[in-house]
């Protein structure tokens, strides 16, 4: 699918995911894998498959991983023949190869989301950008997300919007009759409620309100309660890679067939 407005896609790939410490010790977050691939290049290869194939990473933590990465990822995915006497090196390309625009935007190891949102921003060249985590994968289909948005800007003038997503609970829920007795116990349910899957179109004219040294999110709740902010509804699939479990089940999802995975 082709995008006619090259929209970039801005991904927080700088935090130093504590919470999934076997892995971030020595990688950035966003460079875990799931099936052998990278979590960031499952999140870039669902927002190129609906054409969004202009990307701007905010690095931080081990940022240089993430570069070296993709800077190499031809030869990585490719099969090679080297000569070591002459240096002449033929690369012989597969099938699919992945169509990639990258801009890599240094934003400082240790600053928050809203730091590395106002540095990045430079390089985003229209009015808008669309913005997620480098750690969640879902099957939200973007392009509506987008068309969502454009509709609410030019109708209610939002500066932003997010992709509402249901939980999961971390508890086992229970139910019971007037006599305490549990007629219904649900391990792990999806929540009716919905919370931020992190898939977000911003106008570029949030930025000048982010205050240095805070959370992008907290951006988010100003323009909350100036009622500049939409939401999409998304009752799909989402998961979040917030722990070394997460992890675990991504991967086992992977092996069945996941169901973000939209591209051929």
Not at 31 to 46: A, C, E, Q, R, S
Not at 136 to 161: C, E, I, K, P, Y
Not at 210 to 229: F, S
């Amino acid at each position: 699918m082709e995008n006619r407005q090259p929209t970039p896609v801005m991904i927080l790939c700088g935090g130093k995911g504590s919470r999934l410490k076997e892995e971030t010790e020595f990688k950035p977050k966003p460079m875990v894998t799931i099936g052998g691939m990278p979590i960031l290049w499952h999140i870039m290869k669902g927002y190129s498959h609906f054409g969004y194939n202009h990307f701007i990473l905010c690095l931080g933590y081990k940022g240089s991983m993430i570069k070296d990465y993709f800077l190499n990822h031809r030869i990585y995915s490719s099969d090679i023949h080297h000569d070591t006497a002459c240096g002449h090196t033929i690369i012989h390309e597969r099938p699919g190869r992945d169509d990639f625009k990258i801009t890599f935007v240094e934003t400082g190891e240790d600053a928050l989301t809203g730091d590395r949102v106002a540095i990045a921003s430079k390089y985003v060249e229209g009015p808008q950008f669309m913005l997620t985590y480098g750690d969640g994968v879902s099957n939200v289909d973007v392009r509506s997300l987008h068309a969502f948005h454009n509709q609410l800007a030019t109708t209610q003038g939002v500066l932003g919007t997010l992709t509402g997503v249901h939980p999961r609970s971390k508890y086992g829920m229970v139910k019971t009759d007037h006599n305490g007795v549990m007629t219904e116990f649900l391990q792990k349910p999806v929540l009716n409620d919905y919370t931020n899957g992190g898939f977000m179109v911003l106008q570029k004219d949030i930025v000048p309100t982010i205050q240095k040294g805070e959370m992008i999110e907290d951006a988010i709740i100003r323009a909350t309660e100036q009622r500049k902010m939409g939401l999409y509804h998304h009752d799909g699939f989402w998961h979040c890679m917030d722990t070394y479990e997460d992890m675990k089940q991504l991967n086992q999802m992977w092996e069945k067939g996941p169901d973000w995975r939209l591209w051929g």
